[in-house]
């Protein structure tokens, strides 16, 4: 069995008297897609944060990538990569640009940078735009390129917060051949999505309701046991017991 990559244990964010996130367990391990699901309100964005180092708990505990939530924010950021919906890129520099930036931004040697970087154009068959402004690409393009880059310097865990939103069913489809690829080579993946038919994707989901996990294994799992034929049918069954909204 392979090894926890993130382990979290009685999480709890607390803003006032609100509680964000309450006292969630699960594991997460490493080549896992692991896929966080929830309602707005739910508390899935405040849980990821602290995953990713940006904002720290209340009370609990929880390693990613080997260092601590509650102390080591800082380390945790250098070992993990993040994509937003919005992409992270900038817009106004070119491709190759971007990914240099980046680069430098994870600290790979000027070696490494070029050799990632031809790597990087070339997988993605975009060397006749390497000196193309980001912000004229389309946006399935963004995409897939703010996904090498989100993982340019091989982190040990990728967080994808909401991804695929806006693109077409194909480019989504294809977004996640370049997610499976990176999970087979080692990579974490721990993803956000609206889409449920992503959730069919991944190798286990948790399904968060009210801060709290309400539902956590893998999709053939959890269809069979709240007796639904998608993923879709369970978030909403789950969904419906809410209490709290944004």
Known sequence: MSEVIISVKDLCKCFGDFTAVDHITFDVRRGEIFGFLGANGAGKTTAMRMLCGLSYPTSG???????DVMTQGEEIKKHIGYMSQK????????????????????????????RRTVTVLNRLRFRDEADTLVGSLPLGWKQKLAFSVAT?????????DEPTGGVDPVTRRQFWEMIYESASGG?????????????????????MVDGKIEALGSPA??????TAGSMDEVFRILARRAKRSE
Do not use: W
Request: proline content about 1%; hydrophobic content about 35%.
């Open 87 to 114: 992409f992270s890129l900038y817009d106004d520099l070119t491709v190759r640009e971007n990914i240099r930036l980046y680069a430098g931004i994870y600290g790979l040697s000027r070696y490494e940078t070029l």
């Open 61 to 67: 505990s929880g390693m990613v990538a080997g260092y």
């Open 187 to 207: 990579t974490t993946v721990f993803v956000t999505t609206h889409y449920m038919d992503e959730a069919e994707y991944c190798s286990r989901v948790s399904i």
């Open 152 to 160: 340019l310097h091989r982190p040990e865990v990728v967080f994808l």
């Open 221 to 226: 799992e959890l269809k069979q046991k709240y």
